[in-house]
T-cell receptor
Framework: GAGVSQSPSNKVTEKGKDVELRCDPISGHTALYWYRQRLGQGLEFLIYFQGNSAPDKSGLPSDRFSAERTGESVSTLTIQRTQQEDSAVYLC??????????FGPGTRLTVL | SQKIEQNSEALNIQEGKTATLTCNYTNYSPAYLQWYRQDPGRGPVFLLLIRENEKEKRKERLKVTFDTTLKQSLFHITASQPADSATYLCALGTGGGNKLTFGTGTQLKVEL
């Protein structure tokens, strides 16, 4: 595709439920990143993939958060047992090595 | 502790003037620094990347400087237009694989 796509664009869930967020990066981009942005705040790094492996998971806030990438393409961010503090926009980005990152439109997650 | 500081107050300038935004950092040694633009409800858009051995980079009406002694980057928009109104984020390359740490951004408003 022409850019990074994310789905769903909006997700409303109940506290305690699991959610899966999907990212389709730009074809050929080896690096993929997940960020979280709370309302009115900056971007918070979660995890980065090089190919299908994740050399840096240092930003994942708890063991309820996990992510995987397959085929050096699609990535899924999973949040288990969601809490209200997980409510945020989750942004995915992809890039070629040491270039600017291209961001998707984000998934707005609301946990009731 | 590590910090990336951008002016949290909105910058209001008149159309046609030059806007200058500041990014200061402490306790980082970034190999490069990037600037992004973010509009409400959208993901950030990459603007410019400058490496530690570069003093200045230009792209059309945009200019970025990078002073590793002062630990500061300045972002200039010349001949500013109302369409330049947005939040501008600086990001430091702080790890392997183009991992970025973002500042909280400065909101720019260009008035007629």
């Amino acid at each position: 595709g022409a850019g990074v796509s994310q789905s769903p664009s909006n997700k409303v869930t109940e506290k305690g439920k699991d959610v899966e967020l999907r990212c389709d990066p730009i074809s050929g981009h080896t690096a993929l990143y997940w960020y979280r942005q709370r309302l009115g705040q900056g971007l918070e790094f979660l995890i980065y993939f090089q190919g299908n492996s994740a050399p840096d998971k240092s930003g994942l806030p708890s063991d309820r958060f996990s992510a995987e990438r397959t085929g050096e393409s699609v990535s899924t961010l999973t949040i288990q047992r969601t809490q209200q503090e997980d409510s945020a926009v989750y942004l995915c980005a992809s890039s070629p090595p040491y270039k600017g990152q291209f961001f998707g439109p984000g998934t707005r997650l609301t946990v009731l | 502790s590590q910090k990336i500081e951008q002016n949290s107050e909105a910058l209001n300038i008149q159309e046609g003037k030059t806007a200058t935004l500041t990014c200061n950092y402490t306790n980082y040694s970034p190999a490069y620094l990037q600037w992004y633009r973010q509009d409400p409800g959208r993901g950030p858009v990459f603007l410019l990347l400058i490496r530690e051995n570069e003093k200045e980079k230009r792209k059309e009406r945009l200019k970025v400087t990078f002073d590793t002694t002062l630990k500061q980057s300045l972002f200039h928009i010349t001949a500013s237009q109302p369409a330049d109104s947005a939040t501008y984020l600086c990001a430091l390359g702080t790890g392997g694989g183009n991992k970025l740490t973002f500042g909280t951004g400065t909101q720019l408003k260009v008035e007629l």
